[in-house]
């Protein structure tokens, strides 16, 4: 792991970090903030998923969740959204497939499946790059992410409550195989077969029998996504007809944008907290 740069920020250290993935095949980034904390002192985690076209930068410059995780004492990590490398196929004209639209999966399909293994990246080589460098208690994980991000949030969580004491999501696609931001990479990392797209679909999940206890969603009322590619009353349908207690909740006038995600930031930070610490 090498260090890019690292900032003293609300008496912690916002760190970015590189090292060569062995899951994508590729040189990875991602960020870190670690808050002040004792000698020997682990930290609980929160993973923050970004969304499409974006990478850790986003958050760490628009975010604002530092002060919130020094409060708690909350680690952030924020990994990349895809494999990058001038040798990783792409669709260069299309900004919601290839880099920087990875959907926190593992790819299947040729040229994709060789470096677009993002869910394994995610799920299995970064944590244990951060359990190695970091002061993180990997038995207190939650994670969170904003739209295609909110996607890989909560099917992480659903497919392994265990692990995620709790899942929040800024904006989510909650059914990706029904709109068309899936319907569109799918079936290019994934195949035809719909029944493989369902364990990449939180709404799918849920139908077939995953569950979790702590889910917390925000969705502002003016995103201009909403209609078509997000759709979150198909998510508190399916955890209606579930019985799945979830907090889904319509922001008025909010937007898609890193200004509705700040806005939330620490209060999404703070719920974290409380069950990491429960």
Avoid at 33 to 44: C, N, Q, R, S, T
Avoid at 93 to 107: M, T
Avoid at 119 to 137: G, V
Wanted: aromatic residues 10%.
């Amino acid at each position: 792991m090498e260090t890019v740069a690292e900032n003293r920020s609300h008496g912690g250290m916002q760190g970015v970090y590189g090292h060569a993935s062995r899951e994508t095949g590729t040189d990875m980034t991602f960020a870190v903030f670690v808050p002040e904390h004792a000698p020997g002192e682990k930290l609980p985690v929160l993973w923050y998923l970004s969304g499409l076209t974006c990478t850790h930068a986003n958050v760490i410059e628009k975010g604002e969740y530092r002060a919130a995780c020094a409060e708690h004492g909350v680690i952030l990590v924020a990994p990349d959204t895809s494999p990058r490398g001038d040798d990783v196929p792409d669709a260069a004209e299309e900004y919601d497939f290839g880099k920087g639209a990875g959907f926190y999966l593992d790819a299947t399909r040729e040229p994709w499946s060789k470096h677009y293994r993002m869910r394994s990246y995610i799920e299995a080589e970064l944590p244990d790059l951060i359990a190695e460098h970091f002061p993180a208690d990997m038995e207190r994980q939650s994670i969170t992410g904003h739209s295609m991000g909110g996607h890989g949030a909560l099917t992480a969580a659903l497919r392994d409550p265990a692990r995620f004491r709790s899942v929040s999501a800024f904006s989510p696609i909650v059914a990706p195989s029904l709109v068309p931001w899936g319907q569109k990479a799918f079936p290019r990392y994934l195949g035809e077969d719909r029944d493989k797209w369902r364990e990449h679909d939180a709404v799918a999940l849920i139908e077939d029998g995953a569950r979790h206890d702590h889910i917390l969603v925000d969705q502002g009322t003016a995103d201009n996504f909403l209609g078509e590619q997000l759709k979150t009353h198909l998510l508190a349908e399916a955890c209606e007809a579930a019985g799945m207690p979830a907090t889904i909740r319509m922001q008025e006038g909010y937007d898609h944008s890193y200004f509705f995600v700040s806005t939330f930031m620490a209060e999404h930070v703070a719920w974290h907290a409380e069950r990491l610490k429960a």
